[in-house]
């Protein structure tokens, strides 16, 4: 399977421990993105990294979340004092820059359910 | 920033009808628009999409529209089957040249009954 790969899949914690989720992007892609998706809504966008580059984080990932992609690669998203308003899906998506296109490959999903 | 509304909110149809899925987005410069399906369980699919240089686009049995004066754009899936039941979401974004952000619509739940 060559598609965006997330690990784990689903992540039950406690109110206030920390968690860390994964992302492998489609190999030749240079982009990575990662959105948050709540129940009955479309995702949003959280952050992207060109490469190893982090060019743009939303409003929405607050102090306690931290993205990074250390060899241009893979990917991890740690949530720091998790809430529960943290509980969601976080969904991982790859691209390559290539003239006009950048269609967006979207992973699985991590579900994040906060106690 | 840009702001995507999506209707209906549910959507049932017969199999073999035509379904349409609508949304308006509030950016006069976003120039592409991508539409996703997304089954239980799994992440969004893209399905189709288009970019503000052209008025139509169409493959097989999917079709998109998009009226840039009016600011919005339309998926109509024709000859439905039951595999196409599943969650729909329009996006809008920008592109010059760097990472198109999409913003997405709260999605529409179609259902293709037998």
């Known amino acids: 399977d060559t598609g965006v790969s997330q690990n784990p899949r689903h992540k039950i914690t406690k109110r206030g421990q920390n968690v860390t989720f994964r992302c492998d992007p489609i190999s030749e892609h240079n982009r990575l993105y990662w959105y948050r998706q709540t129940l009955g809504q479309g995702p949003e966008f959280l952050t992207y990294f060109q490469n190893e580059a982090q060019l743009e984080k939303s409003r929405l990932l607050s102090d306690r979340f931290s993205a990074e992609r250390p060899k241009g690669s893979f990917s991890t998203l740690e949530i720091q004092r998790t809430e529960q308003g943290d509980s969601a899906m976080y969904l991982c998506a790859s691209s390559f820059q290539r003239g006009g296109s950048n269609e967006q490959f979207f992973g699985p999903g991590t579900r994040l359910t906060v106690l | 920033g840009e702001n995507v509304e999506q209707h209906p909110s549910t959507l049932s149809v017969q199999e073999g009808d035509s379904a349409v899925i609508k949304c308006t987005y509030s950016d006069s410069a976003s120039n592409y628009f991508p539409w996703y399906k997304q089954e239980l369980g799994k992440g969004p699919q893209l399905i189709i999409d288009?970019?503000?240089?052209?008025g139509e686009k169409k493959d097989q049995r999917i079709a998109v529209t998009l009226n840039k004066t009016a600011k919005h754009f339309s998926l109509h899936i024709t000859e439905t089957q039951p595999e196409d039941s599943a969650v729909y979401f329009c996006a809008a974004a920008f592109s010059s040249g760097s990472a198109r952000q999409l913003t997405f619509g709260s999605g529409t739940q179609l259902t293709v009954l037998p």
């Open positions: 288009i970019r503000s240089n052209v």
